[in-house]
């Protein structure tokens, strides 16, 4: 099997919740590089581009925000989930992994 064949499968096989940590992991990581490149233009005397950076900081900022919302939903669905299937007994199955 190719490897982009399995990156298609692996895809199809990930939860909300794994999709909703990686967008985390990529706001998290996108306002360091932000802020890494802000940081080198006004060492490099481009200050004027301090005011794009700087909304574009807090844009990512929201985006966090929401999306770690929306993570917190997410698992706590999945732990009323989990806690309702447990209740019924050994014979049923949630589903969840």
Sequence with gaps: MSKWKRWIEGMKNLTPLQLTQ????????????????WVFMLMNGYWYFSFIFGFTIFLQIINLIGTKQKYDGLKEMMDLETKHFESLGPKHESGVK
């Design 22 to 37: 990686a967008q985390l992991s990529g706001s998290i990581g996108m306002i360091f590089g932000i802020l890494f490149a």
